[in-house]
């Protein structure tokens, strides 16, 4: 119980839980989420979001330092961007080696996550190491790469508004374009999307595959300028896989994705919280997060069954 | 030279020795057909399943004890993606986080936040008597522990099992076929069961090595990666016995180099020898296209 | 010839969800005969078959293996009574070698060497030769057929069941393997053989059993009935719809204009098959063309060049900018089941749409479709999945015309669908109207279909297409039957 009210009060307990604990966790979660949701909505099955949100960290990091003279209006742009680029980028491995290929995307964007820990691993121990050269990581950016605070006195910054905004767009994109309904048709009926539709599906899934990977750099770029200000080993405890649940419990949907980071953003910071005050393992989340998705897939699961049941009993009852 | 490389040589030996575990166990669950990504989670539930069991019985009961773990963990994967037909990739990374989270809970639980301090008995090396006097080679092969030489029997016997009974040309042909087997009077689901069984209890088997004989501790997140690791040996093994055993070394091989390197007081940045091992099975990946030795009903329902 | 009974099936039925695919189906199957198992597609044939052999269980019904009645818990029992089933779609696993396919489904050791040696025992006695080493995926389709029937040997089958067993096969080797059939079941063996060709049935069986929509309607000896009884068994009393029937003779050929022109086109699959070769062919406006082959024959390429789904590898193709076309499958070439009606008719603009999409105005074009071809549905936003066959198939019909007036391509537009949709679906198909009424293709597997739709006829053999003149006699079907085999 007491662990409870401290999860609790660590998420919501206080305007600075809500706004620099709670939301702040929320933010690379809905922009992790949007590129697992994108991906997974036209058949992409990119696991490889860990690896391109590093990507996209260490690129903003190296542009952060190579711009270090520039004014905040230049820098923060040029890390979203070069963020998202180093992000599709990293995507684009995976995707040119299956469409080139047939690589099944699986296993490549999986091994491409552990090259980018080793290319993390080594840029904090060298090209971008701090200057005294002991701790392995990069110096702090300077104040003109840090991202703006949205709210006076919180931590909440611009990645924020970056992954709302973000939201936005890929709904109307999925739900209104002609392109976004080609990544619906694509992932939901391959065969059909070509054979009736005349959509060049592997065109899609390539296009699908960068957009993913851009949406996790940004969130790499978004930790880096928003929230740690520096590059090291740990930059993500794994968002690239709790990005996985972000987007199952949102069924895909980017407007889902806000409000399914929500909710893990606000437990994680609530398990801080839990940890510190009441003494329970923070990785409790990390279970409560795989029952989420099992839960879904269950659901799903049984949903399949009722529905094939009710056609059977209502086929009978005719 | 022979300083540096024969301890070179052994810790390639001994990092692959759960490597291998891990991978011949990923090998039969993709023959049969199924891609198990909860296999990291099967691999730290073996780990810690092995120092709660060794701490109440000894070393045999710890490896005992992370193979049941491994099985349980497993199981779990299986129900999910056998009884319920989930998707094999989700259920997997789902597993995973499962397993993560729980051992860390878990052992907190046990031990306190404190987590680190708490040592098992470990098992020793054995010297095989000859053998291990062969010049270069012979203490790498012949000086390490029982994991190690249960290796040297279990691969022969993996392979031979494969092509020479009909319980293994069944199990491939579920991978393959599925319907052909089934048409054939094979049961394909009851294969992929005790494919992922026995995929479950070698990830215990590598979770049990790493804690008994190699590190003698747990850790939170000590799997490290490798039940990832296992699953790039295997398509750099090509799924063969004897090539995943192979491939299992390089991986071996590449994370010992860096000990050789610092050794040596090259300055060649050790994490290219960690990336290297990926990058060659992404580019065998490539190369392999038109030659597919894939199971070709691999990731589905 | 005794009442020596070897699979006695009674009264069985089954039902898959909502369809129900056997409705009190029988079928008595004598030692040492061929017994011939007819119907048209859909009809339950192959579904009472793997009943027969437990890859599938009864919900109601007896089955009956050498007189003792059976429950038959999965293909292992089937096998282990000495029941061997070569499938349409062969059950062979491609990447791994002729013995080990015969292995399989065994038990203990694996003795390559002496299943070899007994492939090739097999192959002298029986005729049926193969390299046990090769592998399957290497085997050209007549081989892999033959392994079929090797497995079954292999396993001591006397009771063979073959489902549409010369559909895949060149007409030499078919006949071969009838050939083969007839010595095996004067040798004391039993052959089931499911077929949907009438002259193999009347041929070589023996027997004969037809079903229609999941019943037996026609059972006996051969001798003991004449082809129209069989042929009217098949289509029922009924037969076609009147509508269709009409529209035959009062079509006039070359009604129009020319809408689809073939001059000289090959084309080359991605393997450097040769699948069309120097077709010429022209489809005018108000015509009905019908396509008849067998499997592989080259329809499924011409097809999909006159739909402007393939591009010729050489030759010249003059479509109009938009073709209607409804492929066979249509769960997942025509449609997709999670998506809405409105989206599924969006997706076949999807393609070459840009920028936003109109979805009001998409959602009144499926209201219109849905209410012109009298789809039966909730309502536009209800996932295809929802509907029947014949729906879907009215919606996709509905979606192609709506969007191509010009030109329509249909193939086996009327699979899975009972004979009530499957009429209905013909009639939109066939009697497509307009100003100028468009130009129809039509290929089916029932050359009845074709006979009862087309205003002209041409078949597909071995990559070239030759038109088929009208007999005198508008019920002699020689020259089709002879057309697909490739006979002059």
């Known amino acids: 119980m007491d662990a409870l009210l401290a999860l609790w009060d660590g998420a919501f307990g206080s305007a600075f839980a809500f706004w620099s604990a709670t939301l702040v966790r929320t933010t690379p979660l809905v922009l992790v989420g949007l590129a697992v949701a994108l991906a997974f909505r036209a058949g992409v099955l990119n696991i490889g979001a860990e690896g391109q949100l590093i990507a996209g960290a260490i690129a903003a990091t190296a542009l952060a330092q190579w711009l270090d003279v520039m004014p905040t209006i230049i820098t923060v742009p040029a890390m979203a961007f070069g963020g998202m680029l180093a992000g599709a980028a990293w995507a684009g491995i995976a995707a040119w080696l299956r469409r080139r290929f047939g690589v099944l995307e699986v296993i490549s964007t999986l091994m491409l996550n552990f090259i980018a820990l080793a290319l993390l691993s080594w840029v904090v121990r060298g090209p971008l190491q701090e200057p005294t050269g002991i701790y392995p990581q990069s110096a702090t950016i300077v104040a003109n790469a840090q991202w703006p605070f949205l709210l006076e006195g919180q931590r909440l910054h611009l990645g924020f508004a970056f992954g709302l905004m973000l939201a936005a767009a890929s709904w109307y994109w999925l739900a209104r374009t002609a392109s976004g309904f080609r990544v619906r048709v694509v992932g939901a009926g391959p065969r059909a999307a070509a054979s009736a539709g005349g959509v060049d599906v592997a065109r899609t899934t390539f296009g699908v595959f960068l957009v993913s990977g851009a949406c996790a750099g940004l969130a790499g770029a978004s930790e880096v300028g928003g929230v740690t200000w520096a590059l090291y080993d740990g930059i993500s405890p794994g968002y690239g896989y709790t990005a996985i649940a972000v987007a199952l419990l949102a069924r895909l949907d980017p407007r889902g994705v806000v409000v399914s980071a929500f909710f893990f953003g606000a437990l994680e910071a609530g398990a801080a919280a839990m940890q510190r005050d009441a003494g329970v393992p923070a990785v409790i989340v990390q279970v409560f997060v795989a029952l989420v998705i099992l839960g879904v897939l269950a659901g799903t699961h049984l949903r399949d069954r009722a529905r094939a049941w009710r056609l059977v009993t209502r086929r009978e009852a005719a | ?301 | 010839m005794s009442g020596d009974e070897a699979l006695v099936l009674r009264d069985v039925r089954r039902s898959f969800g909502r369809t129900v695919a056997l409705d009190g189906a029988s079928c008595t199957v004598r030692r040492g005969t061929i017994h011939a198992l007819l119907g048209e597609n859909g009809a339950g044939k192959t579904t009472l078959m793997r009943i027969a052999y437990g890859l599938l269980a009864p919900d109601a019904g007896e089955v009956r293996v050498n007189g003792a009645p059976v429950n038959l818990g999965s293909s292992r029992d089937g096998i282990a009574l000495g029941l061997g089933m070569v499938h349409q779609h062969f059950m062979l696993v491609p990447a791994m070698t002729v013995a080990e396919n015969v292995a399989l489904g065994g038990r203990g050791r694996f003795e390559r060497d002496a299943t070899a040696t007994r492939i090739e025992a097999l192959g002298r006695d029986s005729g049926l030769a193969l390299d046990p080493r090769a592998r399957v995926a290497d085997l050209p389709v007549g081989a892999q057929q033959r392994l079929e029937i090797v497995k079954a040997l292999a396993h001591e089958a006397r009771v063979l069941i073959l489902d549409e067993p010369t559909a895949v096969l060149a007409p030499a080797e078919g006949a071969e393997l009838l050939r083969w059939l007839r010595r095996f079941a004067d040798s004391g063996g039993t052959v089931v053989l499911i077929t949907h060709k009438l002259r193999d049935a009347l041929e070589f069986g023996d027997d004969l059993t037809v079903l229609r929509r999941g019943r037996t309607v026609l059972a006996g000896s051969r001798g003991e009935m004449t082809e129209a009884q069989v042929i009217t068994a098949l289509v029922g009393e009924a037969g076609l719809p009147s509508a269709l029937r009409a529209r035959t003779g009062a079509l006039t050929p070359s009604a129009g204009e020319p809408v689809l022109h073939l001059e000289g086109v090959d084309y080359i699959d991605a393997r450097g098959v040769t699948r069309l070769h120097e077709v010429t062919l022209e489809v005018r406006a108000g015509e009905v063309l019908g396509v008849i082959g067998v499997e592989g024959a080259g329809q499924y390429e011409l097809l999909r060049i006159l739909a402007g789904r393939l591009e010729p590898t050489r030759g010249r193709a003059t479509r109009p900018t938009r073709v209607g076309f409804i492929p066979e499958d249509r769960l997942h070439d025509a449609l997709i089941p999670e998506l809405t009606l409105t989206e599924n008719l969006a997706l076949a603009t999807a393609g070459s749409a840009h920028g936003t999409l109109a979805w009001e105005a998409t959602r009144r074009s499926a209201a219109e479709i849905m209410r012109r071809f009298d789809v039966r549905a909730e309502g536009t936003e209800t996932p295809a999945r929802a509907l029947s066959g014949g729906n879907q198939q009215k919606f996709v019909v509905g979606r192609e015309r709506h969007l191509a007036g010009a030109a329509l391509v249909a193939e086996n537009p009327t699979r899975g669908l009972d004979l009530r949709a499957s009429a209905k679906v013909l009639d939109e198909i066939a009697g497509a109207d307009g100003d100028p009424p468009p130009a129809v293709v039509v290929y089916s597997s029932d050359i009845d279909e074709i006979l009862a739709v087309a205003t002209r006829v041409v078949a597909c053999y071995n990559g070239s297409v030759r038109e088929i003149p009208r007999a005198a006699d508008p019920k002699d079907r020689t020259p089709y039957a002879r057309a697909l085999l490739g006979a002059h």
């Open chain 2, 1 to 301: 030279m022979e300083v540096l490389i024969i301890p070179f040589l052994e810790a390639a030996v001994r990092t692959a020795t759960p490597l291998a575990f891990a991978a011949l166990g990923e090998l039969v669950a993709e023959r049969s057909g199924v891609i198990n990504l909860g296999l990291e989670g099967a691999i730290i539930a073996g780990c810690l399943g092995a120092l709660v069991a060794s701490g109440l019985g000894g070393p045999v009961i710890g490896f005992a004890g992370g193979i049941a773990a491994g099985v349980a963990l497993t199981a779990v994967f299986a129900v999910f993606v056998i009884n319920l037909r989930t998707d094999q990739i989700i259920a997997g990374t789902a597993v995973t986080m499962l397993g993560l989270g729980l051992t860390g809970a878990i052992y907190r639980a046990l031990y306190g936040t404190g987590g680190a301090g708490l040592s098992t008995a470990m098992i020793a090396p054995i010297a095989i008597p000859g053998l291990s006097a062969i010049p270069l080679i012979g203490p790498a092969l012949f000086r390490q522990t029982v994991p190690t030489y249960a290796l040297y029997v279990l691969v022969p016997l993996l392979a031979w099992w494969l092509r020479g009974t009909h319980a293994g040309l069944a199990l491939r042909a579920t991978g393959e076929n599925l319907e052909a087997a089934e048409a054939a009077g094979a049961a394909p689901r009851r294969i992929r069961w005790g494919a992922l069984l026995v995929a479950g209890a070698m990830a215990g088997l590598c979770g049990s090595t790493l804690v008994l004989a190699q590190v003698g501790t747990f850790s939170e997140g000590m799997s490290a990666g490798r039940g990832f690791i296992a699953i790039a040996i295997v398509v750099l093994g090509r799924w063969s016995a004897f090539g995943t055993a192979l491939a299992a070394l390089v991986f071996g091989a590449a994370f010992a180099l860096q000990y050789l390197f610092q050794a040596l007081g090259w300055s060649l940045p050790y994490q290219l020898f960690i990336a290297l091992p990926y990058v060659l099975t992404l580019a065998l990946l490539a190369l392999m296209r038109g030659r597919v030795s894939a199971p070709a009903g691999l990731g589905r329902a």
